[in-house]
């Protein structure tokens, strides 16, 4: 579980205020909004990375964060991005991930020769096999082709069905409404401005005024998808 009750996020000034809400245990949570709205100012901030300039932040467990852009340094390999990690004596490690991810054969390489997505997909199993109970991931899709987000996709759901809590900052709507019962906020005027189901929050009237635009949820080939429609 972690709440956070009247808090605002920002640095000279304010870029959210007076927000609060809870995570709670074994749910999945987006965070969307248009850019520059908050989002991984909020991230940071549940995660203790920069201080709160006003609130409560109350957790059982210290979130681990992914960074959407993550410097690395020359000569670091897998192999030490997972001990920096602490990942291999942590519960939610295993070599199935790796292998899920296809990274094994990675391990033992300088990240400065890997492409983009061979980086980002490990530096995903880095933070899932963290200890932590809590995970933060923002733009996890970063890098990665069609494949590996339905992978991610399918270890989140797992994982999360364990328990495990998750709070991910995510452009594709398509991808966060396949995930079921998962729950929506929109950053939006300083402000958690929608918060419902996934699906009710795509559907939601509301959301022209942040994105300008029309968004439908709609059933195609025993699936649901959103519609985007230009105003």
Same mark, same amino acid.
């Given at each position: 579980?972690?709440?956070?009750?009247n808090?605002? *996020?920002?640095f000279?000034?304010?870029?959210?205020?007076?927000?609060?809400?809870?995570?709670?245990?074994?749910s999945?949570?987006?965070l969307?909004?248009?850019n520059?709205s908050?989002?991984?100012?909020?991230?940071?901030?549940? !995660?203790?990375?920069?201080?709160?300039?006003?609130?409560?932040?109350?957790?059982?467990?210290?979130?681990?964060?992914?960074?959407?852009? *993550?410097?690395?340094?020359v000569?670091?390999?897998g192999n030490?991005?997972?001990?920096?990690?602490? !990942?291999?004596?942590?519960?939610?490690?295993n070599?199935?991930?790796?292998?899920?991810?296809?990274?094994?054969e990675?391990?033992?390489?300088?990240?400065?020769?890997?492409?983009?997505?061979?980086?980002?997909?490990?530096?995903?199993?880095?933070?899932l096999?963290?200890?932590?109970?809590?995970?933060?991931?923002?733009?996890?899709?970063?890098?990665?082709?069609w494949?590996?987000?339905l992978?991610?996709?399918?270890?989140?759901?797992?994982?999360?069905?364990?328990?495990?809590?998750?709070?991910? !900052?995510?452009?594709?709507?398509?991808?966060?409404?396949?995930?079921?019962?998962?729950?929506?906020?929109v950053l939006?005027?300083?402000?958690?401005?929608l918060?419902n189901?996934?699906?009710?929050?795509l559907?939601?009237?509301?959301?022209?005024?942040?994105?300008?635009?029309?968004?439908?949820?709609?059933?195609?080939?025993?699936?649901?998808?959103?519609?985007?429609?230009?105003?």
């Amino acid at each position: 579980m972690l709440s956070f009750k009247n808090l605002a *996020v920002g640095f000279d000034k304010n870029i959210l205020e007076e927000i609060s809400g809870e995570l709670a245990n074994g749910s999945i949570t987006f965070l969307i909004g248009p850019n520059g709205s908050g989002k991984t100012s909020l991230l940071k901030t549940l !995660s203790q990375i920069i201080p709160a300039k006003k609130g409560i932040i109350s957790t059982e467990d210290n979130p681990i964060y992914l960074s959407s852009e *993550v410097n690395l340094q020359v000569g670091l390999t897998g192999n030490d991005l997972l001990d920096l990690y602490m !990942s291999k004596n942590s519960k939610w490690f295993n070599l199935d991930l790796l292998d899920f991810f296809e990274v094994k054969e990675l391990l033992t390489s300088p990240l400065e020769i890997l492409s983009a997505g061979e980086k980002q997909r490990i530096l995903i199993c880095a933070v899932l096999s963290h200890k932590s109970s809590i995970v933060f991931l923002d733009e996890p899709l970063n890098h990665l082709d069609w494949n590996f987000s339905l992978k991610l996709k399918k270890v989140i759901k797992n994982q999360a069905s364990q328990g495990r809590t998750f709070l991910i !900052s995510n452009h594709d709507l398509n991808w966060a409404l396949d995930l079921s019962e998962t729950q929506t906020w929109v950053l939006f005027k300083k402000s958690i401005f929608l918060k419902n189901s996934t699906e009710s929050v795509l559907n939601d009237i509301k959301l022209q005024e942040v994105f300008r635009i029309k968004t439908e949820v709609i059933a195609s080939q025993n699936r649901k998808v959103i519609s985007l429609t230009e105003l």
